[in-house]
């Protein structure tokens, strides 16, 4: 079963800061892009942030300077450094792989979000 586990969200002052973290499981066995995506209240879920296997990034022009994504092939894992943030991005992060299996099938998991929550 593919599974993307997501760490590192909570309650952050505005201005501070907050890294995410999310783990695919083996399962995906080559992964091409890794992407962090966010859904507040009453709007449309957003991409955030993206990284090709490449280390090709695009991010959100809302997020732009203010967040980085990385990424660790070796451990299929994902990054979201959010610094300088505001209200505004209280939201749960939710994290999506797209990659294939060793039967070339084609995967794209999502992980159970995280909620983050920015506040005074």
């Known amino acids: 079963q593919v599974q993307l586990v997501e760490s590192g969200g909570g309650l952050v002052q505005p201005g501070g800061s907050l890294r995410l973290s999310c783990a695919a499981s083996r399962s995906i066995v080559v992964i091409y892009a890794m992407s962090w995506y966010r859904q507040a209240p009453g709007k449309q879920r957003e991409l955030v942030a993206r990284?090709?296997?490449?280390?090709?990034?695009n991010y959100a022009d809302s997020v732009k300077g203010r967040f980085t994504i990385s990424r660790d092939n070796a451990k299929n894992t994902v990054y979201l450094q959010m610094n300088s943030l505001k209200p505004e991005d209280t939201a749960v992060y939710y994290c999506n792989a797209q990659g294939y299996s060793d039967s070339a099938r084609y995967l794209e998991p999502w992980g159970q979000g995280t909620l983050v929550t920015v506040s005074s």
């Open positions: 990284i090709t296997s490449e280390g090709s990034t």
